[in-house]
């Protein structure tokens, strides 16, 4: 048994990748596609519950060359022949995804979003919007941890109905202060919980939400044609963000119950969070990570979604020109129309 | 030779001198303050109001003048105010200091004119806030009031002075002149370099995402339940304002002026009743 898994088309023995739009499996040779048992009738994905070794090196199925992964790198390509290989044992024992939402966006569609995104960002510097940029894009499916869970809530605080009116001279407010207390609770299911430390947590949670309708039993075959990360942020870890959002979450549900206040401000809350199940799933992330004077600058879109997060540098001769011709229009139309209308 | 053009002289001089010994003339057939060409205010009114007129030519150097009437010789009433200002020879002093209000029972209207220094005095927020009060009254046809109003009013800004920030601006100036005054204006610069700067800084900051998640995305439908739910009445306190009437009428501190058939610079402004 090898520990590089390539899926091959049946019927000439290239590569197989999972195509988005279609959902099944595409031969970018001789054009078939293939339903998701179809292909590879063999394959029999029973042994990943087990634990297996972590080897040094992996060697490319088609062409035999090495190849190069970081640690957390599950699924790949080779960098030689670009036949597409999934590290089996970075799928198995601890490591095997519960659930994986499959692409829904080609790369080809990732590149028109973020050209018409990267237009929109009038300061970006000029390399971002070059061709060999965009085509740098990647699609990864990213593991993330989803939480089921429930959550006790209860806070306090106070509310003020304030009422203005006009006699004689004098404006009058009154202002009546109450006292507020809510007590609730509610269950939560899959709040994703970024597991990879190179992602960055904060994008990663900007392009939820992810449609969990799609969400499907995991299969290597899905990471076909696609980048991959294992997990590096142990679900003990990953719990900490989630109790934080859901904290959050329930105490505002909580205070959007408390209606028909002119104001409303908590000062205390407390909040219980049990009976917390979590799930290993791989979510589908297009990736563009640019390097301009030595800080990285992450565009990522949600790879079901299409919704788009990132963040370009500014260029500073630009935001200057832009300023300038605003100041310039401004102070025409200040002066030239203005005089028209004075 | 010599004689000649002394003679030129004396002629010249004359010439010179008779205009104005007319108007000295004139204003001394005219001296009253108050011209009720239709009798609304009884006599005593009248005296009445030309002593605290008299006080106020004194104390602030400015002329003060009433004239109703209910025919203005096909003028405006800007025009007529003027000219009749201008005309009678009144004012204070070389600038003519003074106003007029005129009543005018034809158009149903009554219209402030200033001259002098009382332009400055009178900006245009106070003539509307003057003309507000004294509508008032003559709506009611009280006159004597109307009139009473208005002395009262000249008094008290006429002690206030020129409030601070006060400028001239010239309705008939043209556009060229009023471009290069606007090529001079502070204002337009800050302005413009206040909506620069912001709109640079919003499309800066505009390059990230948002958060779209709400505390209800990955709520369990008819999970949530609301257990205990308690608003207890604490205390209330009520505030009181004075309502200032600053905000009545606006205007600034701008002085409108105009130029009236005379020549000579007014101020001035108006309305129905």
């Known amino acids: 048994m090898t520990s590089v898994k390539e899926y091959k088309c049946p019927s000439c023995g290239a590569g197989l990748d999972f195509d988005p739009p279609s959902q099944k499996w595409k031969c970018h040779y001789c054009f078939n596609e293939y339903e998701k048992d179809q292909f590879d009738a063999s394959d029999n994905e029973e042994f990943l519950n ?45 490591f095997r995804p519960r659930n994986v939402i499959p692409f829904r966006l080609t790369k080809e569609q990732a590149k028109e979003i973020y050209q018409k995104w990267i237009k929109k960002r009038l300061f970006a510097p000029k390399e971002f919007k070059l061709k060999e940029e965009v085509d740098k894009i990647t699609g990864i499916y990213a593991p993330f941890w989803l939480f089921d869970c429930k959550a006790n809530g209860f806070i306090s605080g106070e509310a003020t109905k304030v009422h203005s009116w006009r006699q004689g001279d004098y404006q009058y407010t009154q202002t009546k202060y109450y006292s507020i207390v809510r007590r609730g609770h509610a269950r939560y299911k899959r709040i994703p919980v970024d597991a990879s430390k190179k992602m960055d947590d904060k994008y990663m949670h900007m392009i939820e939400p992810f449609d969990y309708s799609d969400l499907k039993d995991f299969s290597m075959k899905y990471m076909s044609g696609f980048m991959a990360e294992k997990y590096d942020v142990e679900s003990n870890e990953a719990v900490n963000i989630l109790k934080d959002r859901v904290r959050d979450y329930i105490s505002d549900r909580l205070k959007g119950t408390v209606n028909g206040y002119s104001s409303c401000s908590i000062n205390s809350r407390n909040v219980n969070i049990s009976e917390i199940n979590q799930c290993y799933s791989m979510l589908p992330v297009y990736l563009l990570v640019n390097k301009y004077k030595d800080k990285s600058h992450i565009f990522m879109i949600n790879g079901q979604t299409g919704k788009v997060v990132g963040d370009t540098p500014l260029c500073l001769p630009k935001q200057i020109l832009f300023a300038v011709a605003v100041f310039l229009v401004v102070w025409i139309i200040g002066v030239f129309g203005g005089a028209l209308f004075a | 030779m010599r004689k000649k053009t002394s003679i030129l002289l004396l002629v010249l001089l004359f010439s010179v001198l008779i205009p104005y010994i007319a108007q000295v003339a004139v204003y001394a057939e005219s001296s009253g303050n108050i011209k009720d060409y239709l009798n609304y205010l009884t006599d005593s009114e009248i005296a009445s109001l030309q002593d605290d007129i008299e006080s106020i030519k004194q104390t602030y150097r400015l002329d003060v003048v009433i004239v109703i009437t209910d025919d203005t010789q096909g003028k405006s009433s800007q025009a007529f105010a003027d000219d009749f200002y201008d005309y009678n020879g009144y004012g204070i002093g070389k600038s003519k200091s003074g106003l007029l209000m005129l009543v005018n029972m034809q158009d149903r209207e009554v219209y402030i004119s200033t001259r002098g220094n009382a332009i400055d005095i009178f900006t245009d927020g106070r003539i509307s806030r003057m003309t507000d009060n004294c509508a008032t009254y003559l709506s009611n046809a009280d006159y004597y009031n109307a009139c009473r109003k208005f002395v009262q009013d000249v008094k008290s800004y006429a002690k206030a002075g020129v409030p601070s920030g006060q400028y001239r601006s010239p309705s008939d100036m043209t556009y060229g002149d009023k471009v290069a005054r606007r090529i001079k204006s502070v204002s337009i610069y800050i302005t413009a370099l206040v909506i620069s700067l912001v709109s640079t800084l919003l499309l800066s900051l505009s390059s990230k995402g948002k958060v779209t998640i709400t505390s209800s995305t990955y709520e369990e439908t008819g999970s949530f339940e609301l257990t205990e739910a308690r608003d207890d009445f604490i205390r209330q306190s009520t505030t009181q304002t004075k309502i200032s009437d600053n905000s009545s009428s606006g205007g600034g501190n701008k002085s409108s002026t105009h130029t009236g058939s005379s020549g000579h610079t007014h101020g001035g402004g108006g309305r129905k009743f």
């Not at chain 1, 060359?65 to 089996?88: G, H, M, Q, R």
């Open chain 1, 50 to 94: 087990e634990d297996m070794p972590e080897l040094d090196s992996y060697i490319c199925n088609s062409c035999g060359a090495e190849l190069i992964a970081d640690n957390t790198t599950s699924a790949t390509f080779c960098v030689y022949c670009k036949s597409p290989a999934v590290i089996k044992s970075r799928f198995s024992g601890k």
